[in-house]
């Protein structure tokens, strides 16, 4: 009895009802040089799913399953998934050399980086590897499988990994234009409307805070005195306010669960222009599909939506808190 290992992935934008291109090998039989058949599979791609064609494809054909790892909410063109790295390690410190996906994509959707595993990582470690849906068994593959039907179905899948993005990308950059808010998370300050989540609403308490912080500034006092006033006063952080409303909220500004004000949070509360209506999105981008590093943009290329949200401060109020001391008198004359 051959002793083997599940691997199941699921993205974000796979759902949990999402019906992605595969091909199957009846399918394959009909590829020549000049056309590719295509199917549609009918198995969607959550992990329950996956689940359940793996165990009955185990237990029909006398495997012995011994471990399952599970990646969810991870893209197939990103490598450094945690099931996925800690099952390469897991088998060969146990040294069990099968790997059973339900199809090639749950590997992975990046032409090269899938390609470099299938023809020479786990050959040269001895790890078979069977997609089931597929039909694709390495142990038995011939050399049409390996150097003609596996390249062709990777290509294909990182063709759909192409296409989903090309499709996000639109769809986000029609929300933008249209004045519809697309982060994750709320600016603080506000909050999602209950009614649409491309809706920003104001927080009364956090606008609040947020009212207070330009009060102070156009009455003089650095971000340095604000944050002294606010963590004295035991006022949350944005971050710490935004975690009490939402357990799952995550920023990169912070790996501390323990946050206080920072001056850096009054400045960037003050160099937003949100607070005045105007939705500002777009300012950075990711640099391709398979690549998840974001980089800046220029200021021109900002999408820039007047009264898209409630203002909590004036347009004169944001002008005014962002002008130094020594300016104020000449802007006053103007």
């Not at 300050?189 to 989540?197: A, P, R």
């Amino acid at each position: 009895m051959v002793e083997c290992v599940t691997y199941l992935r699921v993205s974000k934008n796979d759902g949990l009802r999402e019906r992605d291109y595969t091909l199957n090998s009846k399918d394959m039989a009909n590829v020549n040089g000049n056309a590719v058949c295509s199917a549609i599979s009918s198995i969607t791609n959550s992990v329950e799913n996956q689940r359940k064609l793996l165990e009955r494809f185990i237990l029909k054909n006398d495997f012995k399953h011994i471990a399952e790892f599970v990646d969810e909410g991870y893209t197939g063109t990103n490598f450094n998934r945690p099931g996925f790295i800690k099952m390469l390690g897991w088998i060969e410190k146990n040294n069990v050399r099968c790997i059973m996906v339900k199809d090639l994509s749950r590997l992975g959707r990046d032409y090269i980086e899938t390609g470099r595993l299938l023809e020479y990582y786990f050959p040269m470690n001895n790890i078979r590897v069977i997609s089931v849906s597929d039909g694709y068994d390495s142990d038995k593959a011939d050399y049409h499988e390996r150097k003609i039907t596996v390249p062709l179905l990777n290509l294909l899948n990182d063709s759909y990994a192409r296409d989903i993005s090309c499709k996000v990308r639109y769809s986000q950059k029609v929300k933008r234009e249209s004045g519809k808010y697309i982060g994750a998370f709320a600016v603080y300050g506000y909050k999602k409307s209950d009614s649409d989540k491309n809706r920003l609403v104001i927080d009364d308490v956090a606008a609040k805070v947020v009212k207070r912080i330009f009060d102070m500034r156009i009455a003089g006092y650095s971000a340095e005195k604000i944050v002294r006033a606010f963590n004295e006063e035991k006022i949350l952080s944005p971050y710490m306010y935004k975690k009490a409303n939402n357990s799952n909220y995550k920023t990169s500004f912070t790996n501390s669960e323990v946050s206080v004000w920072k001056p850096y949070s009054v400045r960037r509360i003050l160099n937003n222009e949100i607070y005045t209506g105007v939705l500002q999105q777009g300012k950075t981008r990711k640099i391709n599909y398979k690549i998840g590093k974001r980089i800046n943009v220029t200021k021109e290329e900002w999408v820039c939506c007047e009264e898209a949200v409630p203002a909590i401060i004036s347009k004169e109020q944001f002008i005014y808190a962002n002008i130094s001391l020594s300016d104020r008198k000449a802007w006053i004359k103007k």
